[in-house]
C-alpha cells in the first residue's frame, strides 16, 4: 500500500496578491480561521513521531469531549467563505469573550448506533462476510487514538549589506556625493517580496549612490606587483630584474651529454645553463589580478536579501495511538483546528478546551528565535488533528477492533472475525491498495 502523508500541504491560495501590499496590512494583527475541511499546511508527519509522541503522552490530557467531537461529521452548519488574508481580529484572553471551539462546526458526536452502523455497512460491501459480529457483538470501549499537531511558522525578512570589488575602467561612478547613500533597510523591494511563507528566497540589489573609487590594496595602486616565483616574498617596489632560473634539460651546464661521451649545446637555453622566468619573462612584476593592472577599484554596496520561513512543530499523541496500525494513519488526513495569521501570534484561544489552549502556549513558547538583522513579517500557528478512534467488540471469550479515521468515516479492520474466502476472494482486493 503507498504511504500518503499524514498531514498534506495545501496549495497557497492567493498567491498573485502576495504584494507588498499584503505586507502593510499584517501588522494589524489579523486573524485567518480555516474551515475544519482544509489540510493542515507544513512538514508531513511521519508515524515515528506519532509513536514518539504518544510516550509522553497522558491519557487525561485532552478531555473526553473533544475526542468524541472530532469523530463526527465536519460539514458546517452554515457554510464559511474564507479568504486567505482574511482580516479579522485575532481572539484572546484580554476582554474578548469569544474563541475558537473544538466542536464550532456542528459535528456529529457518533454514538454507540452510528458506530455499529458504521460497521455494518463496511461488512455489506464484502460478500464473503458474516454480519453476525457487527450486528450483535457487544461494544466494549471506543477509544481515542487522535494525534495533535501544533506549529509555529515565522516568515522573516533579512538584510545585509556586503561589499563588492571590481577593476575600475574610468567613467561615471555612482557616488554618495550625488545624493543621500540608502540604508539597507530603506530600500523599496516591493518588486521582489515573494508570497508569505515561502521557505527561502534570496536576491542582491544595488544600494544607490554607494559606489566609490579606492587604490587597489593589492599592488598599492600600481597596477603590478612582485612575480611571485623569481621574487617570492619581495614587496612590489623592491623587485630585481633579470632573475634567471636553472635550465632544467641541462641541468644549469648549457651542454647536453650523450652516451657516447660527447657533449652538444643545449637548445633549450642555448647553451646559457640559465632561463628567464617564465611568469614574469625576468621582468620581476607581473599584473595584479585584482585591478587588472589599472591599479584602482570600484566599490559598491550590495544588499543580500533573504526572507524565510522559521517552523517549529510540536506533536502530542495519546497513549492509544502506540498501538494503532500503520496502515491506518497512512489513511489518515489531517484537520485544521484553527489557523491564525498575525504579525505576531498569540496562543489560540478554545472556549471550551482549556488543554487545547495550554498545547497552543507551548508551541508560541518555542517560537524560533529571530537573527538580529532581521524583521519579521508575518507568523501563522495552526494546530490541527488527525482523528483516529478505536473501537473494541467482544462475544464470550472472543474480540476484534476497528479504526474509524477522519471525518470521512473510513473504517479499517484487519482482524474480523467471520470471513469466509479465507484470502482467495477479490473482497480481499482492498487489504492490498
Same mark, same amino acid.
Given at each position: 500500500?503507498e ?19 499584503s ?29 514518539a ?35 479579522v ?44 459480529p ?68 534570496e ?12 587604490k ?64 614574469c ?21 550590495i ?5 524565510? @520561513?522559521?517552523?517549529? %512543530?510540536?506533536? +502530542? ?6 498501538s494503532?496500525?500503520? #496502515? =491506518? $494513519?497512512? &489513511? ?59 473501537? @473494541?467488540?467482544?462475544? %464470550?471469550?472472543? +474480540? ?9 468515516? #473510513? =473504517? $479499517?479492520? &484487519? ?19
Amino acid at each position: 500500500m503507498e504511504q500518503q502523508p499524514l498531514l498534506a500541504s495545501g496549495e497557497e491560495a492567493g498567491k498573485g496578491e502576495e504584494s507588498w501590499r499584503s505586507y502593510q496590512f499584517v501588522g494589524r494583527s489579523p486573524s485567518l480561521h480555516a474551515p475544519p475541511t482544509s489540510v493542515a499546511a507544513g512538514e508531513e508527519l511521519s508515524v515515528d513521531e506519532i509513536r514518539a509522541a504518544s510516550v509522553f503522552s497522558s491519557d487525561h490530557y485532552y478531555p473526553p469531549s473533544i475526542h468524541g467531537a472530532l469523530v463526527g461529521s465536519p460539514e458546517p452548519d452554515h457554510p464559511q467563505v474564507i479568504t486567505a488574508q482574511a482580516l479579522v481580529p485575532q481572539g484572546g484572553y484580554d476582554g474578548y469573550s469569544g474563541g475558537y471551539s473544538s466542536k464550532e462546526f456542528g459535528r456529529q458526536i457518533l454514538d454507540e448506533v452510528e458506530v455499529r452502523q458504521l460497521l455494518i455497512d463496511h461488512v455489506g460491501h464484502r460478500c464473503c462476510w458474516g454480519s453476525q459480529p457487527a450486528r450483535k457483538w457487544k461494544i466494549c470501549s471506543i477509544d481515542d487514538c487522535n494525534v495533535y499537531v501544533g506549529t509555529l511558522e515565522t516568515f522573516i525578512e533579512e538584510r545585509e549589506t556586503i561589499k563588492e570589488k571590481e577593476p575600475y575602467l574610468g567613467g561615471k561612478i555612482d557616488g554618495k556625493e550625488k545624493e543621500h547613500k540608502s540604508g539597507v533597510w530603506e530600500l523599496d523591494l516591493r518588486s521582489e517580496f515573494p508570497i508569505l511563507f515561502v521557505p527561502h528566497k534570496e536576491t542582491r540589489v544595488d544600494i544607490p549612490h554607494s559606489e566609490a573609487v579606492e587604490k587597489c590594496s593589492e599592488c598599492d595602486g600600481r597596477g603590478h606587483i612582485a612575480c611571485p616565483i623569481c621574487n617570492a616574498g619581495q614587496k612590489s617596489d623592491l623587485y630585481i630584474e633579470n632573475q634567471m632560473t636553472e635550465c632544467p634539460s641541462c641541468y644549469g651546464r648549457g651542454l647536453i651529454a650523450h652516451q657516447d661521451g660527447s657533449d652538444t649545446i643545449c637548445t633549450k637555453c642555448s647553451g646559457k645553463g640559465k632561463l628567464p622566468c617564465a611568469t614574469c619573462g625576468s621582468r620581476g612584476l607581473v599584473k595584479c589580478q585584482l585591478c587588472v593592472g589599472q591599479g584602482s577599484l570600484i566599490t559598491r554596496n550590495i544588499a543580500l536579501v533573504k526572507w524565510r @520561513t522559521l517552523s517549529n %512543530r510540536k506533536v +502530542s499523541a495519546t497513549s492509544s495511538a502506540a498501538s494503532v496500525p500503520d #496502515e =491506518v $494513519f497512512h &489513511r489518515a488526513r489531517g484537520v485544521q483546528l484553527c489557523n491564525i495569521q498575525a504579525y505576531q501570534c498569540t496562543p489560540a484561544f478554545f472556549a471550551d478546551s482549556y488543554q487545547l489552549n495550554r498545547f497552543s502556549s507551548e508551541v508560541i513558547a518555542n517560537r524560533s528565535p529571530v537573527p538580529p538583522s532581521a524583521r519579521v513579517i508575518c507568523e501563522r500557528h495552526i494546530i490541527s488533528v488527525v482523528p483516529v478512534t478505536r473501537v @473494541t467488540m467482544a462475544e %464470550r471469550n472472543r +474480540s476484534f477492533s476497528f479504526y474509524i479515521i477522519g471525518y470521512s468515516r #473510513e =473504517v $479499517f479492520i &484487519r482482524d474480523y472475525p467471520k470471513k469466509f474466502c479465507w484470502g482467495l476472494c477479490c473482497c480481499f482486493d482492498w487489504l492490498k491498495a
